[in-house]
Protein backbone atom coordinates (compact mmCIF):
# COMPACT_ATOMS: atom_id res chain seq x y z
CA UNK A 1 0.00 0.00 0.00
CA UNK A 2 1.19 3.63 -0.75
CA UNK A 3 0.47 6.95 1.05
CA UNK A 4 -0.19 10.07 -1.06
CA UNK A 5 -0.43 13.62 0.69
CA UNK A 6 -3.60 15.21 0.77
CA UNK A 7 -1.98 18.17 -0.36
CA UNK A 8 0.19 16.20 -3.18
CA UNK A 9 -1.37 13.47 -5.14
CA UNK A 10 2.24 12.78 -6.54
CA UNK A 11 4.02 12.35 -3.30
CA UNK A 12 4.11 8.35 -2.39
CA UNK A 13 5.32 7.13 0.60
CA UNK A 14 5.52 3.52 2.76
CA UNK A 15 2.95 3.31 5.46
CA UNK A 16 6.35 3.20 7.79
CA UNK A 17 7.29 6.61 6.33
CA UNK A 18 3.77 8.09 6.32
CA UNK A 19 3.59 6.73 10.59
CA UNK A 20 6.81 8.47 10.69
CA UNK A 21 6.39 11.59 9.32
CA UNK A 22 2.88 11.61 10.96
CA UNK A 23 2.35 14.58 8.88
CA UNK A 24 3.49 15.16 5.40
CA UNK A 25 5.60 18.24 4.62
CA UNK A 26 3.75 20.08 2.87
CA UNK A 27 1.48 20.24 6.06
CA UNK A 28 -0.92 17.38 3.95
CA UNK A 29 -2.01 14.61 5.87
CA UNK A 30 -1.08 10.68 4.46
CA UNK A 31 -3.90 8.69 2.78
CA UNK A 32 -3.93 5.24 1.16
CA UNK A 33 -3.69 5.27 -2.71
CA UNK A 34 -6.91 2.76 -2.20
CA UNK A 35 -9.27 1.25 0.42
CA UNK A 36 -9.04 -2.44 0.70
CA UNK A 37 -12.49 -4.23 0.70
CA UNK A 38 -13.36 -7.23 2.79
CA UNK A 39 -16.15 -9.83 1.77
CA UNK A 40 -18.99 -11.93 3.51
CA UNK A 41 -16.42 -14.48 3.93
CA UNK A 42 -13.37 -12.14 5.01
CA UNK A 43 -16.05 -11.27 8.07
CA UNK A 44 -16.48 -14.79 8.70
CA UNK A 45 -12.79 -15.99 8.98
CA UNK A 46 -12.47 -12.86 11.65
CA UNK A 47 -15.19 -14.72 13.97
CA UNK A 48 -13.74 -16.19 16.98
CA UNK A 49 -10.34 -15.04 16.54
CA UNK A 50 -9.00 -12.82 19.51
CA UNK A 51 -9.03 -8.87 19.46
CA UNK A 52 -5.04 -8.83 18.79
CA UNK A 53 -5.19 -11.59 16.17
CA UNK A 54 -8.90 -9.56 13.98
CA UNK A 55 -6.37 -6.55 14.73
CA UNK A 56 -2.71 -8.03 13.26
CA UNK A 57 -5.12 -9.20 10.48
CA UNK A 58 -6.76 -6.24 9.12
CA UNK A 59 -3.76 -4.10 9.75
CA UNK A 60 -1.87 -6.15 7.11
CA UNK A 61 -4.22 -4.95 4.73
CA UNK A 62 -2.95 -1.04 4.68
CA UNK A 63 0.77 -2.11 6.95
CA UNK A 64 2.03 -4.05 4.41
CA UNK A 65 5.51 -3.08 4.11
CA UNK A 66 5.10 -4.58 7.73
CA UNK A 67 5.66 -8.65 8.11
CA UNK A 68 2.78 -10.39 9.52
CA UNK A 69 5.46 -11.05 12.27
CA UNK A 70 6.08 -7.75 13.00
CA UNK A 71 2.24 -6.92 13.36
CA UNK A 72 1.54 -10.19 15.67
CA UNK A 73 4.02 -8.31 17.47
CA UNK A 74 2.44 -4.96 17.56
CA UNK A 75 -1.23 -6.41 18.48
CA UNK A 76 0.10 -8.93 21.06
CA UNK A 77 1.90 -6.16 23.09
CA UNK A 78 -0.63 -3.48 22.88
CA UNK A 79 -4.23 -5.65 23.19
CA UNK A 80 -2.96 -9.05 24.98
CA UNK A 81 -0.34 -8.15 27.65
CA UNK A 82 -3.18 -7.11 30.00
CA UNK A 83 -3.25 -3.30 29.86
CA UNK A 84 -7.02 -3.51 29.04
CA UNK A 85 -9.22 -3.98 31.90
CA UNK A 86 -11.33 -6.70 29.69
CA UNK A 87 -9.98 -9.46 27.85
CA UNK A 88 -12.06 -8.94 24.48
CA UNK A 89 -10.66 -4.66 24.65
CA UNK A 90 -14.22 -3.39 23.27
CA UNK A 91 -17.00 -4.14 24.97
CA UNK A 92 -20.73 -3.93 23.75
CA UNK A 93 -23.64 -2.85 25.94
CA UNK A 94 -27.04 -3.13 24.99
CA UNK A 95 -29.55 -0.20 26.59
CA UNK A 96 -33.63 -1.27 27.13
CA UNK A 97 -34.63 1.02 23.73
CA UNK A 98 -31.89 -1.58 21.52
CA UNK A 99 -29.43 1.03 20.95
CA UNK A 100 -25.51 -0.69 21.70
CA UNK A 101 -22.74 0.97 23.39
CA UNK A 102 -19.83 0.28 21.58
CA UNK A 103 -17.07 0.66 24.81
CA UNK A 104 -13.52 1.50 23.53
CA UNK A 105 -12.57 2.60 27.08
CA UNK A 106 -11.68 -0.23 28.73
CA UNK A 107 -7.69 0.58 28.39
CA UNK A 108 -5.15 2.16 31.10
CA UNK A 109 -6.42 6.10 30.37
CA UNK A 110 -9.87 5.21 30.54
CA UNK A 111 -10.37 6.97 27.26
CA UNK A 112 -11.01 4.98 23.42
CA UNK A 113 -7.58 7.17 22.78
CA UNK A 114 -5.90 4.24 24.20
CA UNK A 115 -7.46 1.55 21.71
CA UNK A 116 -4.82 3.82 19.12
CA UNK A 117 -1.92 4.87 21.56
CA UNK A 118 -1.28 1.65 22.86
CA UNK A 119 0.01 0.52 19.86
CA UNK A 120 1.13 3.83 17.84
CA UNK A 121 4.53 3.07 19.63
CA UNK A 122 5.24 -0.08 18.43
CA UNK A 123 4.43 0.88 14.78
CA UNK A 124 6.42 4.16 15.14
CA UNK A 125 9.66 2.16 16.68
CA UNK A 126 9.84 -0.22 13.93
CA UNK A 127 8.78 2.45 11.14
CA UNK A 128 11.73 4.28 12.39
CA UNK A 129 13.49 1.29 12.18
CA UNK A 130 12.77 0.80 8.33
CA UNK A 131 13.16 3.59 7.28
CA UNK A 132 16.86 3.60 7.65
CA UNK A 133 17.06 6.24 10.29
CA UNK A 134 18.59 5.74 13.59
CA UNK A 135 17.32 9.16 14.82
CA UNK A 136 15.37 9.67 18.22
CA UNK A 137 11.88 10.12 18.09
CA UNK A 138 10.07 13.09 19.24
CA UNK A 139 6.16 13.00 19.68
CA UNK A 140 5.13 16.52 19.87
CA UNK A 141 1.20 16.10 20.98
CA UNK A 142 -1.72 19.07 21.22
CA UNK A 143 -4.14 17.49 23.46
CA UNK A 144 -8.12 18.22 24.64
CA UNK A 145 -7.12 16.34 27.17
CA UNK A 146 -7.53 12.43 26.35
CA UNK A 147 -4.71 12.24 23.69
CA UNK A 148 -2.55 13.79 25.56
CA UNK A 149 -2.39 11.17 29.05
CA UNK A 150 -3.39 8.20 26.12
CA UNK A 151 -0.05 9.07 24.49
CA UNK A 152 2.04 9.65 28.03
CA UNK A 153 0.91 5.93 28.95
CA UNK A 154 1.74 4.94 25.40
CA UNK A 155 4.75 6.29 24.69
CA UNK A 156 6.64 6.26 28.59
CA UNK A 157 10.15 4.59 28.77
CA UNK A 158 9.65 3.66 24.93
CA UNK A 159 13.71 3.39 24.08
CA UNK A 160 14.69 5.90 21.10
CA UNK A 161 11.99 8.32 21.62
CA UNK A 162 10.63 11.81 23.66
CA UNK A 163 6.76 13.21 24.34
CA UNK A 164 6.15 16.32 24.69
CA UNK A 165 2.46 16.93 25.42
CA UNK A 166 0.90 20.44 25.64
CA UNK A 167 -2.49 21.48 26.88
CA UNK A 168 -5.30 24.36 27.04
CA UNK A 169 -4.79 25.58 30.83
CA UNK A 170 -8.69 25.66 31.38
CA UNK A 171 -9.85 23.35 28.80
CA UNK A 172 -9.25 20.15 30.43
CA UNK A 173 -11.30 18.08 33.19
CA UNK A 174 -9.50 18.25 36.48
CA UNK A 175 -9.19 14.45 36.30
CA UNK A 176 -7.42 14.79 33.25
CA UNK A 177 -5.34 17.68 34.05
CA UNK A 178 -4.27 15.23 37.39
CA UNK A 179 -3.54 12.62 34.99
CA UNK A 180 -1.06 14.35 32.63
CA UNK A 181 0.54 16.61 35.67
CA UNK A 182 1.79 12.77 37.86
CA UNK A 183 2.62 11.01 34.03
CA UNK A 184 6.11 9.01 35.24
CA UNK A 185 8.65 8.24 33.01
CA UNK A 186 11.98 9.39 32.09
CA UNK A 187 11.34 10.39 28.67
CA UNK A 188 8.21 12.23 29.17
CA UNK A 189 7.00 16.30 29.75
CA UNK A 190 3.68 17.78 29.76
CA UNK A 191 2.79 21.70 29.57
CA UNK A 192 -0.13 23.86 29.51
CA UNK A 193 -0.95 26.10 26.79
CA UNK A 194 -2.63 30.10 27.86
CA UNK A 195 -5.38 29.16 24.91
CA UNK A 196 -7.86 26.62 23.74
CA UNK A 197 -7.58 23.41 21.76
CA UNK A 198 -6.96 25.14 18.59
CA UNK A 199 -4.13 27.16 20.02
CA UNK A 200 -2.00 24.22 21.36
CA UNK A 201 -3.21 22.35 17.83
CA UNK A 202 -1.73 25.27 15.84
CA UNK A 203 1.27 26.17 18.09
CA UNK A 204 2.30 22.39 17.52
CA UNK A 205 1.46 21.75 13.86
CA UNK A 206 4.12 25.02 13.44
CA UNK A 207 6.87 24.02 15.49
CA UNK A 208 6.16 20.57 13.20
CA UNK A 209 6.21 22.45 9.66
CA UNK A 210 8.89 25.09 10.45
CA UNK A 211 12.18 24.19 8.35
CA UNK A 212 14.46 25.66 11.24
CA UNK A 213 13.25 23.82 13.95
CA UNK A 214 13.59 20.12 11.38
CA UNK A 215 17.19 21.31 11.11
CA UNK A 216 17.58 22.02 14.42
CA UNK A 217 16.53 18.79 15.49
CA UNK A 218 18.34 16.81 12.72
CA UNK A 219 21.60 18.67 13.76
CA UNK A 220 20.78 17.00 17.57
CA UNK A 221 20.15 14.06 15.76
CA UNK A 222 16.43 13.90 16.60
CA UNK A 223 12.97 13.89 14.25
CA UNK A 224 9.76 14.79 15.35
CA UNK A 225 6.69 12.61 14.79
CA UNK A 226 3.10 12.92 15.95
CA UNK A 227 0.90 10.76 18.11
CA UNK A 228 -2.45 12.77 16.82
CA UNK A 229 -5.11 11.66 14.49
CA UNK A 230 -3.34 13.40 11.88
CA UNK A 231 -0.74 10.43 12.45
CA UNK A 232 -2.22 7.35 9.86
CA UNK A 233 -1.14 5.55 12.39
CA UNK A 234 -3.49 6.96 14.86
CA UNK A 235 -6.06 6.17 12.50
CA UNK A 236 -5.71 2.82 11.60
CA UNK A 237 -6.16 0.82 14.70
CA UNK A 238 -9.29 2.19 14.75
CA UNK A 239 -10.48 1.41 11.63
CA UNK A 240 -10.10 -2.23 13.24
CA UNK A 241 -12.08 -1.66 16.43
CA UNK A 242 -15.18 -0.69 13.79
CA UNK A 243 -14.81 -3.56 11.75
CA UNK A 244 -14.27 -5.87 14.79
CA UNK A 245 -17.51 -4.66 16.58
CA UNK A 246 -19.17 -5.38 13.26
CA UNK A 247 -18.09 -9.27 13.45
CA UNK A 248 -18.58 -9.46 17.49
CA UNK A 249 -22.27 -8.38 16.33
CA UNK A 250 -22.47 -10.98 13.59
CA UNK A 251 -20.76 -13.28 16.10
CA UNK A 252 -23.90 -12.66 18.97
CA UNK A 253 -26.55 -12.83 15.91
CA UNK A 254 -27.11 -9.27 16.72
CA UNK A 255 -26.72 -9.06 13.06
CA UNK A 256 -27.05 -11.29 10.52
CA UNK A 257 -25.17 -11.25 7.50
CA UNK A 258 -26.30 -8.55 4.88
CA UNK A 259 -28.02 -6.42 7.83
CA UNK A 260 -26.96 -2.49 7.61
CA UNK A 261 -27.00 -0.70 10.76
CA UNK A 262 -26.51 3.29 11.64
CA UNK A 263 -23.43 4.74 13.89
CA UNK A 264 -23.41 7.66 15.90
CA UNK A 265 -19.66 8.91 16.89
CA UNK A 266 -19.07 12.05 19.33
CA UNK A 267 -17.19 13.74 17.40
CA UNK A 268 -14.30 16.69 17.75
CA UNK A 269 -11.27 16.26 15.03
CA UNK A 270 -13.29 13.87 12.95
CA UNK A 271 -10.43 11.55 13.74
CA UNK A 272 -12.59 8.80 15.11
CA UNK A 273 -16.00 8.77 12.74
CA UNK A 274 -13.57 9.13 9.68
CA UNK A 275 -12.50 5.59 11.08
CA UNK A 276 -15.86 4.82 10.95
CA UNK A 277 -15.99 5.46 7.16
CA UNK A 278 -13.26 3.57 6.54
CA UNK A 279 -14.69 0.89 7.83
CA UNK A 280 -17.77 1.58 5.69
CA UNK A 281 -15.45 1.57 2.45
CA UNK A 282 -14.00 -1.49 3.45
CA UNK A 283 -17.77 -3.45 3.54
CA UNK A 284 -18.67 -2.47 6.74
CA UNK A 285 -23.07 -2.20 6.13
CA UNK A 286 -22.79 1.08 8.37
CA UNK A 287 -25.97 2.85 6.46
CA UNK A 288 -25.78 5.52 7.98
CA UNK A 289 -22.63 7.93 9.88
CA UNK A 290 -24.02 10.13 12.84
CA UNK A 291 -21.49 12.99 13.49
CA UNK A 292 -22.56 14.06 17.29
CA UNK A 293 -20.79 17.42 18.31
CA UNK A 294 -21.29 19.78 21.63
CA UNK A 295 -22.19 23.08 20.48
CA UNK A 296 -18.81 23.91 19.01
CA UNK A 297 -20.85 22.87 16.00
CA UNK A 298 -18.89 23.48 13.42
CA UNK A 299 -18.97 20.16 11.72
CA UNK A 300 -22.97 20.11 12.12
CA UNK A 301 -23.05 23.43 10.03
CA UNK A 302 -20.58 22.08 7.96
CA UNK A 303 -22.82 19.02 7.46
CA UNK A 304 -25.68 20.96 6.64
CA UNK A 305 -24.60 23.63 4.39
CA UNK A 306 -21.31 22.72 2.91
CA UNK A 307 -19.52 25.67 4.76
CA UNK A 308 -16.83 24.97 7.33
CA UNK A 309 -16.37 28.37 9.26
CA UNK A 310 -14.00 28.70 12.38
CA UNK A 311 -14.67 31.77 12.83
CA UNK A 312 -16.96 31.69 16.07
CA UNK A 313 -16.69 32.24 19.72
CA UNK A 314 -14.74 28.48 21.16
CA UNK A 315 -17.24 27.43 24.19
CA UNK A 316 -15.97 25.17 27.10
CA UNK A 317 -18.08 22.31 27.86
CA UNK A 318 -18.80 19.47 30.17
CA UNK A 319 -17.48 17.25 26.88
CA UNK A 320 -14.51 18.71 26.47
CA UNK A 321 -12.74 16.84 24.15
CA UNK A 322 -14.93 17.76 21.40
CA UNK A 323 -14.40 21.43 22.29
CA UNK A 324 -12.64 21.74 18.97
CA UNK A 325 -12.89 24.35 16.05
CA UNK A 326 -10.57 23.07 13.28
CA UNK A 327 -11.71 19.38 12.49
CA UNK A 328 -8.26 18.32 10.97
CA UNK A 329 -9.23 14.96 9.65
CA UNK A 330 -11.78 16.35 7.46
CA UNK A 331 -9.00 16.50 5.31
CA UNK A 332 -9.16 13.15 4.80
CA UNK A 333 -12.38 12.90 3.91
CA UNK A 334 -12.34 15.68 1.11
CA UNK A 335 -9.78 14.32 -0.22
CA UNK A 336 -10.58 10.65 -0.54
CA UNK A 337 -14.47 12.23 -1.73
CA UNK A 338 -13.19 14.51 -4.34
CA UNK A 339 -11.87 11.62 -6.14
CA UNK A 340 -7.68 12.46 -4.59
CA UNK A 341 -7.87 16.49 -5.67
CA UNK A 342 -4.98 18.08 -4.05
CA UNK A 343 -5.72 21.21 -5.56
CA UNK A 344 -9.06 21.64 -4.16
CA UNK A 345 -7.37 20.45 -0.82
CA UNK A 346 -4.70 22.92 -0.90
CA UNK A 347 -7.48 25.52 -1.97
CA UNK A 348 -9.35 24.91 1.04
CA UNK A 349 -7.55 24.58 3.74
CA UNK A 350 -5.50 27.43 2.76
CA UNK A 351 -8.45 29.76 2.90
CA UNK A 352 -9.05 27.89 6.62
CA UNK A 353 -6.07 29.07 7.74
CA UNK A 354 -5.79 32.70 5.95
CA UNK A 355 -9.50 33.28 5.92
CA UNK A 356 -11.29 31.02 8.73
CA UNK A 357 -13.36 29.34 6.25
CA UNK A 358 -14.11 27.60 3.17
CA UNK A 359 -17.37 26.54 1.08
CA UNK A 360 -17.33 22.90 -0.83
CA UNK A 361 -19.63 23.18 -3.83
CA UNK A 362 -22.99 21.46 -3.11
CA UNK A 363 -22.91 18.48 -4.97
CA UNK A 364 -19.76 17.45 -2.63
CA UNK A 365 -22.24 18.63 0.15
CA UNK A 366 -25.08 16.24 -1.00
CA UNK A 367 -22.95 13.28 -1.40
CA UNK A 368 -21.86 13.90 2.51
CA UNK A 369 -25.21 14.28 3.36
CA UNK A 370 -26.01 10.88 1.67
CA UNK A 371 -24.06 8.89 4.24
CA UNK A 372 -23.45 11.60 7.00
CA UNK A 373 -25.92 13.68 9.49
CA UNK A 374 -25.04 15.49 12.04
CA UNK A 375 -26.37 17.05 15.07
CA UNK A 376 -25.20 18.98 18.16
CA UNK A 377 -26.46 18.96 21.77
CA UNK A 378 -25.71 21.96 24.44
CA UNK A 379 -24.37 20.37 28.24
CA UNK A 380 -28.30 21.23 29.54
CA UNK A 381 -29.42 18.50 27.23
CA UNK A 382 -26.21 16.25 27.54
CA UNK A 383 -26.38 15.85 31.26
CA UNK A 384 -30.38 15.18 31.09
CA UNK A 385 -29.92 11.92 28.93
CA UNK A 386 -27.03 11.24 31.15
CA UNK A 387 -29.61 11.08 33.86
CA UNK A 388 -32.09 9.36 31.58
CA UNK A 389 -29.72 6.65 30.75
CA UNK A 390 -29.07 5.96 34.25
CA UNK A 391 -32.84 6.30 35.07
CA UNK A 392 -33.91 3.56 32.70
CA UNK A 393 -30.78 1.57 32.66
CA UNK A 394 -28.83 1.44 35.96
CA UNK A 395 -25.86 2.50 32.97
CA UNK A 396 -23.29 5.85 33.56
CA UNK A 397 -22.26 7.38 30.32
CA UNK A 398 -19.73 9.85 30.08
CA UNK A 399 -20.55 13.39 28.85
CA UNK A 400 -18.96 12.74 25.30
CA UNK A 401 -20.91 9.23 24.95
CA UNK A 402 -24.09 11.08 26.23
CA UNK A 403 -23.71 13.79 22.90
CA UNK A 404 -23.54 10.83 20.95
CA UNK A 405 -26.90 9.28 22.78
CA UNK A 406 -28.42 11.80 22.08
CA UNK A 407 -27.76 12.58 18.23
CA UNK A 408 -28.56 9.15 18.11
CA UNK A 409 -32.02 8.64 19.84
CA UNK A 410 -32.88 12.07 17.37
CA UNK A 411 -31.57 10.34 14.19
CA UNK A 412 -33.52 7.35 15.32
CA UNK A 413 -36.96 9.66 15.61
CA UNK A 414 -36.85 10.96 12.63
CA UNK A 415 -35.31 7.84 10.39
CA UNK A 416 -37.23 6.79 7.44
CA UNK A 417 -35.61 3.36 8.10
CA UNK A 418 -35.40 1.70 11.89
CA UNK A 419 -31.88 0.18 12.09
CA UNK A 420 -29.59 -1.60 14.85
CA UNK A 421 -28.17 1.55 16.64
CA UNK A 422 -24.48 1.36 17.47
CA UNK A 423 -22.93 4.53 19.49
CA UNK A 424 -19.44 4.87 20.35
CA UNK A 425 -18.79 4.97 24.24
CA UNK A 426 -15.88 7.48 24.64
CA UNK A 427 -14.75 6.98 27.95
CA UNK A 428 -15.53 5.88 31.08
CA UNK A 429 -17.59 8.04 32.89
CA UNK A 430 -15.65 8.77 36.15
CA UNK A 431 -13.12 10.39 34.00
CA UNK A 432 -15.55 13.29 33.82
CA UNK A 433 -16.86 12.70 37.33
CA UNK A 434 -18.63 16.03 38.52
CA UNK A 435 -20.49 16.40 35.43
CA UNK A 436 -21.83 12.95 35.53
CA UNK A 437 -22.35 12.80 39.24
CA UNK A 438 -24.27 16.26 38.85
CA UNK A 439 -26.40 14.47 36.02
CA UNK A 440 -27.66 11.98 38.50
CA UNK A 441 -28.38 14.29 41.04
CA UNK A 442 -25.62 14.03 43.41
CA UNK A 443 -23.93 16.85 44.79
CA UNK A 444 -20.53 17.99 43.53
CA UNK A 445 -19.22 20.13 45.86
CA UNK A 446 -16.41 18.06 47.04
CA UNK A 447 -12.16 17.79 45.67
CA UNK A 448 -11.99 15.04 42.74
CA UNK A 449 -11.44 12.24 44.63
CA UNK A 450 -14.59 12.66 46.74
CA UNK A 451 -16.66 13.02 43.57
CA UNK A 452 -15.18 9.87 42.58
CA UNK A 453 -16.18 8.32 45.92
CA UNK A 454 -19.49 9.90 45.73
CA UNK A 455 -20.01 8.60 42.32
CA UNK A 456 -19.59 4.86 42.94
CA UNK A 457 -21.69 5.08 46.24
CA UNK A 458 -24.39 5.97 44.09
CA UNK A 459 -24.36 3.90 41.01
CA UNK A 460 -22.63 0.77 42.00
CA UNK A 461 -20.14 0.75 39.10
CA UNK A 462 -16.78 0.39 40.43
CA UNK A 463 -14.06 3.65 40.72
CA UNK A 464 -11.26 2.17 38.05
CA UNK A 465 -7.81 1.56 39.47
CA UNK A 466 -5.93 3.91 37.59
CA UNK A 467 -7.71 7.18 38.43
CA UNK A 468 -8.20 6.09 42.08
CA UNK A 469 -4.62 5.72 42.93
CA UNK A 470 -3.78 9.36 41.08
CA UNK A 471 -4.33 10.75 44.34
CA UNK A 472 -1.30 9.18 45.55
CA UNK A 473 0.77 10.74 42.84
CA UNK A 474 3.57 13.23 43.04
CA UNK A 475 2.42 16.66 40.90
CA UNK A 476 6.10 16.69 38.21
CA UNK A 477 4.90 19.02 35.55
CA UNK A 478 3.01 22.68 36.34
CA UNK A 479 4.92 25.14 33.59
CA UNK A 480 2.86 27.33 31.44
CA UNK A 481 3.23 28.83 28.27
CA UNK A 482 1.71 31.00 25.72
CA UNK A 483 1.01 29.66 22.17
CA UNK A 484 3.79 32.20 20.83
CA UNK A 485 6.18 31.05 23.16
CA UNK A 486 5.87 26.96 22.35
CA UNK A 487 8.74 26.81 20.35
CA UNK A 488 10.89 28.22 22.62
CA UNK A 489 10.08 25.96 24.83
CA UNK A 490 10.49 22.63 23.12
CA UNK A 491 13.97 23.97 21.74
CA UNK A 492 15.30 24.68 25.63
CA UNK A 493 13.11 21.31 26.84
CA UNK A 494 14.95 19.22 24.07
CA UNK A 495 18.47 21.37 24.41
CA UNK A 496 18.44 22.44 21.16
CA UNK A 497 19.99 25.77 19.82
C1 LIG B 1 -10.95 12.54 21.59
C2 LIG B 1 -12.30 12.30 22.13
C3 LIG B 1 -13.45 12.49 21.35
C4 LIG B 1 -13.38 13.03 19.93
O1 LIG B 1 -12.73 12.17 19.06
P1 LIG B 1 -12.23 12.71 17.63
O2 LIG B 1 -11.47 11.60 17.04
O3 LIG B 1 -11.39 13.91 17.92
O4 LIG B 1 -13.44 13.06 16.88
C5 LIG B 1 -14.67 12.14 21.88
N1 LIG B 1 -14.78 11.66 23.15
C6 LIG B 1 -13.69 11.49 23.94
C7 LIG B 1 -13.87 10.99 25.32
C8 LIG B 1 -12.42 11.79 23.47
O5 LIG B 1 -11.35 11.61 24.24
Known amino acids: MIYHSTRNSALSVSSAEAIAQGISADGGLFVPAFIPELTAADFESLKGLSYAERAARLLQLYLTDFTPEELRECTEAAYASGSFETPDVQEISVLADGSMLLELWH ?11 QILPHFLTRAIRKTGTDKEVVILTATSGDTGKAALAGFRDVPGTKIMVFYPEDGVSSMQKRQMQTQEGANVRVCAVKGNFDDCQNGVKAIFTDPEMQKALAENGMQ ?42 PTGNFGNILAAWYAKQMGVPIHRLVCASNINKVLTDFIGTGVYDRR ?28 GSD ?28 EFSGSFWDDAATKA ?48 GAAVLEAIGGDTDADEYEVLARLEAKSGMAVPKALAELKTKTVRFTDSVAQDEMPAYVREKLGVK
Open 385 to 432: MIGKVFAENGYLSDTHTAVGICAARDYNAHAAEQLPMLIASTANPYKF
Open 224 to 265: FSSANSINWGRLVPQIVYYVSAYVTMLEKDILKPGDRFALTV
Open 312 to 339: REFHATVSPSMDILISSNLERLLYHMTG
Open 107 to 117: GPTCAFKDMAL
Open 343 to 370: TQIKAWFGALKTEGRYEIPLELCHRIQA
